[in-house]
């Protein structure tokens, strides 16, 4: 087992994060949180990977060979169609905050404030 996928994801969300809360434009803030969404990806497949292993389809193999986990890569899948749909939403959303406030920007977002 190596470590590398894992750094790798670690590394893909400090990015992310960083980006998240360094940015001054809500865009840019959505972007970065997909970034780090990705990173789960990564280390979804990191998880589920076996050395050697195969697509789990035993139609034309043997039913002794060696798979990777198929419910790691279902859960990738729902993962990456849930990370579309919330920045989706998201996305959607800075938009109409531009719309009604005129700036994309959250410090100048002073009606927001509580």
């Known amino acids: 087992?190596?470590?590398f996928p894992y750094l790798v994801a670690g590394w893909i969300f400090l990015?992310?994060?960083y980006g998240m809360v360094s940015s001054r434009n809500?865009?840019?803030a959505v972007g970065c949180l997909a970034v780090t969404q990705s990173s789960t990806y990564v280390l979804l497949l990191a998880v589920g990977f076996r050395s050697g292993g195969t697509a789990p389809v035993f139609s034309d193999v043997p039913t002794d060979r060696r798979v990777v986990d198929p419910v790691v890569q279902a859960l990738a899948l729902?993962?990456?169609v849930v990370g579309a749909t919330?920045?989706?939403l998201?996305?959607?959303l800075v938009l109409q905050l531009r719309k009604r406030h005129g700036t994309i920007d959250?410090?100048?977002l002073s009606e927001l404030k509580g």
Do not use: F, N, R
Request: negative net charge; without cysteine.
């Open 26 to 28: 809500l865009i840019h």
């Open 106 to 108: 959250p410090d100048e």
């Open 86 to 88: 919330v920045t989706a």
């Open 90 to 92: 998201l996305l959607s």
């Open 78 to 80: 729902t993962d990456i």
């Open 15 to 17: 990015v992310g994060v």
């Open 1 to 3: 087992m190596t470590v």
